[in-house]
């Protein structure tokens, strides 16, 4: 990467971090798993338990784990539970603290660890594994600008055709053109373009730069040191994340859906068309040693040991 490049990476990491710290206090409140006391996000609850089997169905049991882009922990601390042990990494070091904490509370320090990183620099991460799975969840690495430097550092830390997870947000949700077209509201349509631009990022409420990403496209922008396995949409008839009210009021209507749901979403002709994509990869034994670029050294500056 030339050093202009590095520069602006490093500012693109920069606003990231202070967007996603604002947004950090009020995640799981308004983001976290539902609770009796109506905390959380119903929807949202869906995409993680729907993330999470796909997770238990391809990832060794109780194995070594990386998540990209942990949050406050929710995913971590679940598979934790369950066995595994996760080292999570995040740009927001509000984010990692509060994951900290929590893990503390429950009692799962040992087993499930976080780290202030950008997931372009993970060939910085001091802890090198070598992890026998990884994911990055719920459109975390649609706001990552190095891409093919997240690729090679995460292609080296995990053992030999271990599988990687990715959830994507996705460049054509069919559900939101349809309820908007029959509506007459073209325009209420997200804007879901492949280049950078201010939108909804993820799933977290925070808008900052996103890109939006085919399953094709996402794949060649991390080849060659992973291959696709699969790929289905999350979720294909039933509201996209930024729509979450209609979800939770409609909630009888939509779990009738969830049938065409479950039978639907792999199929080519949709699944690249939901909100969301979860992407199952492989790490490829084949793919050249990662090479560090002599000449611009990656800026680690965003990094806090933790
Ligand atoms: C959707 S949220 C957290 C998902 C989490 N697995 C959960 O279940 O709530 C995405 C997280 O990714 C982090 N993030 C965004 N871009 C990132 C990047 N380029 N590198 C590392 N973390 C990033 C944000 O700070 C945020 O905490």
Known sequence: MSQNANAETAQQYKALEARFDRAAKLYDATYGQPDEQGHGNLLLGWLRDRHLAV????????????????????????????????????????????AQTKAAVHGLSRSATFRTLPAGRLAALDERGPFQGAYASLGTLNTEPDLAGMARGLHALLVPGAPFVATMMSRHCLYEILHYLVRFKPGRIMRRGPDWHEARAGTGGVDAPVKFYSPRAFAAAIAPYFTVESVQALPLWLPPVHMHDLYRERQAHFAQREGWDRRMRTWPAFRAWGDHFIMVLRQNPDAAAPEQDAAAPPDTSTEEPS
């Open 55 to 98: 997770l238990r169905d391809v990832m060794p049991e109780r194995a070594l784990l990386l998540e990209i882009g942990s949050g406050t922990g929710e995913e971590a601390l679940i598979l934790a539970r369950e066995g595994y042990s996760v080292l999570g990494i995040d740009i927001s070091p509000v984010m990692v603290r509060q």
